[in-house]
């Protein structure tokens, strides 16, 4: 029996539940409904079940010290040195810049260019004394001016061979065209992608702005994860402290009590064995003290880490009424209620169907391609020799073209396709995704809800836990001292004392802890606006 007493304490320190195979109390009713205490304990029962300070050492140790940590400080400062939620506000800068350029990509294409070009020297030439011409680059053949083959009355520009290559009536006499060998060119082009306002502009914006709303989702979800794991960090880092405590006032009790068996012992009244078994007794309460004590080292280390603190600040001290019975919390009398809220609430849920939207948009945005693509354009030319001009001479010229042009790529209709499946292979893993985590809300809420059941009937039957070890310790030392009782029925007290202490306090921080969970697990916590705001300001600026 005393191993398996200490072997629960043993527990205890290391934050497992104590009450580990409690049946479940019944569910707690609103204050305002007649039938609350028939049904369970309610949030009266356990102001009620308050912890007497005078005579509970670990109440004493527990009372709030002016400038101590609160559970709500160490939330604030976890999210505001979590790289977690920083990364998250990253991903919304990101989002909000994909957005931008999703509609730049609209926009109307306006391009402008400046070129300097030296070409080879060439020439036409119509006064070729033997009634030739040059025409191209040099050395490219001879023409020749004569009658055209189908209308001798004509004169048609003649080839080596004699066929004609254009048809002219010219007389060639003293005919001569000098091409520059400089060029210069300053021009602009517009193009307007008719077709995509039409079939992909409304899809492609309306995707972007659900990324970056699933994205601004994602952070808050983040923050409020961060701050109740905060939260729970602080109660397990007072539950260590409670339970050192406790330890270390287990080890006075015995210390006392193996004096009082020494005392026994040379008066004749107690054997050897009784005080071996004390001071084995008292060893065993050291090194459950240096176990609690590790414990709270530990669980300090954790809060450190998390508030970005270094490891060789002061000690932490309890700013918060642990022992207080919580602020009620509204509407949580029926699960199946709190599990349809937690999944309409949650913000990861509601993340993810954001990330739905945004791949549904964008596989419409993409079907698009599908079709011919219209395009409008016009274009500026100010050239010096522009090539519109004949002939061509060295001095500026402007010259402009506006038109519309329908493309068709039979490649992009392939490639279309398959970028489809893969947009909707991403949208059916988000989906299961989604529907997986709202099986793990399901079972978060319920055991969130089951842990809160189980705290507040253990809150009420504490006190009385604690009452009747106490007595049963004294009386157990009273008859030890007059011979009427064993060492080891003393042992077996002690143990439940420290048990009941312990357990008293535990299920107080277990409410606690429970409401956290209760409240992030439903959905009903959201990220102050500061907070939210100030990450999200430059993604809504876009």
Same mark, same amino acid.
């Given at each position: 029996?005393?191993?398996?007493?200490?072997?629960?304490?043993? +527990?205890?320190?290391?934050?497992?539940?104590?009450?580990?195979?409690? &049946?479940?109390?019944?569910? /707690?009713?609103?204050?305002?409904?007649? !039938?609350?205490?028939?049904?369970?304990?309610?949030?009266?029962?356990?102001?009620?079940?308050?912890?007497?300070?005078?005579?509970?050492?670990?109440?004493?140790?527990?009372? /709030?010290?002016?400038?101590?940590?609160?559970? @709500?400080?160490? =939330?604030?400062?976890?999210?505001?040195?979590?790289?977690?939620?920083?990364?998250?506000? &990253?991903?919304?800068?990101?989002?909000?810049?994909?957005?931008?350029?999703?509609?730049?990509?609209?926009?109307?294409?306006?391009?402008?260019?400046?070129?300097?070009?030296?070409?080879?020297?060439?020439?036409?030439?119509?006064?070729?004394?033997?009634?030739? =011409?040059?025409?191209?680059?040099?050395?490219?053949?001879?023409? %020749?001016?004569?009658? +055209?083959?189908?209308?001798?009355? =004509?004169? +048609?520009?003649?080839?080596?061979?004699?066929?004609?290559?254009?048809?002219?009536?010219? @007389?060639?006499?003293?005919?001569?065209?000098?091409?520059?060998?400089? !060029?210069?060119?300053?021009?602009?082009?517009?193009?307007? /992608?008719?077709?995509?306002?039409?079939?992909?502009?409304?899809?492609?914006?309306?995707?972007?702005?659900?990324?970056?709303? =699933?994205?601004?989702?994602?952070?808050?979800?983040?923050?409020?994860?961060?701050?109740?794991?905060?939260?729970?960090?602080?109660?397990?880092?007072?539950?260590?402290?409670? &339970?050192?405590?406790?330890?270390?006032?287990?080890? %006075? #009790?015995?210390?006392?009590?193996?004096?009082?068996?020494?005392?026994?012992?040379?008066?004749?009244?107690?054997?050897?064995?009784?005080?071996?078994?004390?001071?084995?007794?008292?060893?065993?309460?050291?090194?459950?003290?240096?176990?609690?004590?590790?414990?709270?080292? *530990?669980?300090?280390?954790? *809060?450190?880490?998390?508030?970005?603190?270094?490891?060789?600040?002061?000690?932490?001290?309890?700013?918060?009424?642990?022992?207080?019975?919580?602020? /009620?919390?509204?509407?949580?009398?029926?699960?199946?209620?709190?599990?349809?809220?937690?999944?309409?609430?949650? *913000?990861?849920?509601?993340?993810?169907?954001?990330?739905?939207?945004?791949?549904?948009?964008?596989?419409?945005? %993409?079907?698009?391609?599908?079709?011919?693509?219209?395009?409008?354009? &016009?274009?500026?030319?100010?050239?010096?020799?522009?090539?519109?001009?004949?002939?061509?001479?060295?001095?500026?010229?402007?010259?402009?073209?506006?038109?519309?042009?329908?493309?068709?790529?039979?490649?992009?209709?392939?490639?279309?396709?398959?970028?489809?499946?893969?947009?909707?292979?991403?949208?059916?893993?988000? $989906?299961?995704?989604?529907?997986?985590? #709202?099986?793990?809300?399901?079972? $978060?809420?319920?055991?969130?809800?089951?842990?809160?059941?189980?705290?507040?009937?253990?809150?009420?039957?504490?006190?009385?836990?604690?009452?009747?070890?106490?007595?049963?310790? #004294?009386?157990?030392?009273?008859?030890?001292?007059?011979?009427?009782?064993?060492?080891? @029925?003393?042992?077996?007290?002690?143990?439940?004392?420290?048990?009941?202490?312990?357990?008293?306090?535990?299920?107080?921080?277990?409410?606690?802890?429970?409401?956290?969970?209760?409240?992030?697990?439903?959905?009903?916590?959201?990220?102050?606006?500061?907070?939210?705001?100030?990450?999200? #300001?430059?993604?809504?600026?876009?």
């Amino acid at each position: 029996m005393q191993l398996h007493v200490y072997g629960a304490l043993a +527990c205890a320190l290391a934050g497992a539940p104590l009450l580990a195979h409690a &049946a479940p109390a019944p569910a /707690p009713s609103d204050a305002s409904e007649p !039938s609350a205490t028939a049904e369970g304990p309610t949030e009266d029962d356990i102001v009620e079940a308050e912890v007497e300070e005078h005579v509970n050492p670990v109440a004493q140790a527990l009372t /709030p010290v002016d400038g101590g940590l609160t559970a @709500d400080e160490v =939330a604030e400062r976890a999210v505001l040195s979590s790289p977690e939620v920083a990364i998250k506000r &990253a991903e919304i800068e990101k989002a909000a810049a994909q957005l931008d350029q999703t509609m730049i990509q609209f926009f109307p294409i306006l391009k402008g260019t400046a070129s300097y070009t030296r070409l080879s020297p060439a020439a036409i030439n119509f006064n070729f004394p033997s009634g030739g =011409a040059s025409v191209g680059a040099q050395n490219e053949g001879l023409l %020749t001016v004569g009658p +055209c083959p189908q209308n001798p009355a =004509a004169q +048609c520009v003649l080839d080596s061979g004699g066929l004609p290559v254009g048809a002219a009536a010219l @007389d060639t006499s003293g005919f001569n065209i000098e091409i520059p060998l400089n !060029s210069w060119s300053l021009q602009a082009e517009l193009a307007v /992608p008719i077709s995509d306002y039409i079939l992909s502009l409304v899809p492609a914006r309306r995707g972007s702005v659900a990324q970056r709303e =699933a994205a601004q989702l994602a952070h808050d979800a983040e923050l409020i994860k961060i701050e109740t794991d905060a939260r729970l960090a602080y109660y397990d880092w007072v539950r260590a402290s409670a &339970a050192s405590v406790v330890a270390t006032e287990a080890v %006075t #009790r015995n210390q006392q009590r193996l004096e009082d068996v020494q005392s026994s012992f040379d008066a004749g009244v107690a054997s050897k064995a009784d005080v071996l078994r004390f001071d084995a007794l008292v060893a065993t309460s050291e090194a459950m003290v240096s176990d609690a004590q590790t414990a709270e080292q *530990l669980t300090a280390q954790r *809060l450190a880490v998390m508030m970005g603190e270094e490891r060789d600040r002061p000690g932490y001290t309890i700013g918060e009424a642990i022992i207080d019975a919580p602020p /009620p919390i509204e509407r949580v009398e029926d699960l199946d209620r709190l599990i349809s809220e937690a999944h309409q609430s949650r *913000l990861e849920l509601r993340s993810l169907y954001k990330s739905t939207d945004a791949l549904e948009h964008g596989i419409r945005a %993409t079907r698009a391609q599908y079709f011919p693509r219209l395009d409008a354009f &016009a274009q500026a030319t100010y050239a010096n020799p522009n090539q519109r001009f004949f002939p061509q001479q060295q001095e500026w010229n402007g010259s402009w073209a506006v038109g519309a042009q329908i493309t068709y790529t039979v490649n992009n209709s392939i490639m279309t396709r398959a970028k489809i499946r893969e947009y909707q292979a991403d949208k059916r893993t988000l $989906e299961l995704t989604a529907e997986q985590l #709202r099986r793990g809300v399901t079972m $978060e809420v319920t055991s969130a809800y089951l842990d809160r059941k189980r705290a507040m009937t253990n809150i009420v039957l504490d006190t009385r836990r604690v009452e009747a070890a106490e007595e049963a310790y #004294r009386v157990a030392t009273d008859l030890f001292r007059v011979g009427q009782a064993t060492a080891t @029925d003393l042992i077996v007290a002690e143990a439940e004392l420290v048990n009941a202490e312990l357990q008293a306090i535990s299920s107080r921080i277990d409410l606690r802890a429970a409401n956290a969970r209760l409240l992030y697990a439903s959905g009903r916590l959201t990220p102050s606006p500061a907070k939210s705001s100030s990450s999200g #300001r430059k993604s809504k600026a876009s």
